[in-house]
């Protein structure tokens, strides 16, 4: 069963986000706010952790397609290649920011994610997760949670989240209802930007 935590994203509690950032680091599956979609995360060190989402999700994982929740820039380093100054300047001015930037992955990546040539990165104007990839000291591998509701295509109220996924996961984090639209993503390793989806984010970075 699934613990529902409310957490306020204007002043997240400490204390719970760091009872919560112990049950990633124990291997445990959390679903959590972002500036979009509401995510379904793990810690990104943690193999059995990740071969669970992907079980989830029916994917493999070598070739799952996640996101790398980071708190700011200052690792980009750990889990990309070196990037030029223009594409950093992107980064700079959009991020924190509902955008998934896809980059060049480094040798540095996690054994899980070594044949990846690249990884998408988020950075999300969200108190609560960056505040808990803070307190775990390394980025939350993340994927939002879709509905098989042809209306509605993401889940927003996390009460109704809890419901679907009690079985799933370990934490339901209530930051208040989530948005129904997910990230742009840009892919940023060719010569010029290119929308690989419209999303939130403007297109015009």
Same mark, same amino acid.
Do not use: H
């Given at each position: 069963?699934?613990?529902?935590?409310?957490?306020?994203?204007?002043? @997240?509690?400490?204390?719970?986000?760091?009872?919560?950032?112990?049950? #990633?680091?124990?291997?445990?599956?959390?679903?959590?706010?972002?500036?979009?979609?509401?995510?379904?995360?793990?810690?990104?060190?943690?193999? &059995?952790?990740?071969?669970?989402?992907?079980?989830? $999700?029916?994917?493999? #994982?070598? $070739?799952?397609?996640?996101?790398?929740?980071?708190?700011?820039?200052?690792?980009?380093?750990?889990?990309?290649?070196?990037?030029?100054?223009?594409?950093?300047?992107?980064?700079?001015?959009?991020? %924190?920011? @509902?955008?998934?930037?896809?980059?060049?992955?480094?040798?540095?990546?996690? $054994? /899980?994610?070594?044949?990846?040539?690249?990884?998408?990165?988020?950075? @999300?104007?969200?108190?609560?997760?960056?505040?808990?990839?803070?307190?775990?000291?390394?980025?939350?591998?993340?994927? &939002?949670?879709?509905?098989?509701? !042809?209306?509605?295509?993401?889940?927003?109220?996390? !009460?109704?989240?809890?419901?679907?996924?009690? $079985?799933?996961?370990?934490? /339901?984090?209530?930051?208040?209802?989530?948005?129904?639209?997910?990230?742009?993503?840009?892919?940023?390793?060719?010569?010029? %930007?290119?929308?690989?989806?419209?999303?939130?984010?403007?297109?015009?970075?």
């Amino acid at each position: 069963m699934a613990e529902l935590i409310r957490i306020y994203e204007e002043n @997240p509690q400490e204390k719970e986000i760091k009872r919560i950032a112990e049950v #990633l680091r124990d291997g445990g599956l959390i679903i959590y706010p972002t500036d979009t979609v509401y995510g379904l995360g793990c810690d990104i060190t943690n193999t &059995s952790a990740l071969e669970k989402i992907a079980r989830i $999700k029916g994917v493999k #994982l070598d $070739k799952a397609n996640f996101s790398f929740i980071c708190e700011d820039l200052s690792n980009l380093s750990d889990y990309v290649k070196q990037i030029d100054s223009a594409t950093f300047k992107i980064l700079k001015r959009n991020l %924190p920011g @509902p955008y998934t930037f896809i980059l060049p992955g480094s040798s540095n990546l996690p $054994k /899980v994610f070594k044949k990846k040539k690249t990884v998408g990165i988020r950075v @999300p104007d969200n108190q609560i997760c960056r505040a808990l990839v803070k307190a775990l000291g390394n980025p939350i591998v993340s994927t &939002s949670i879709k509905d098989e509701d !042809e209306v509605i295509e993401y889940t927003t109220d996390p !009460e109704l989240i809890k419901e679907k996924w009690d $079985k799933l996961v370990d934490v /339901v984090i209530d930051g208040g209802y989530g948005d129904n639209v997910a990230s742009t993503v840009i892919d940023l390793t060719q010569s010029e %930007p290119v929308v690989i989806r419209e999303g939130k984010g403007s297109t015009v970075i």
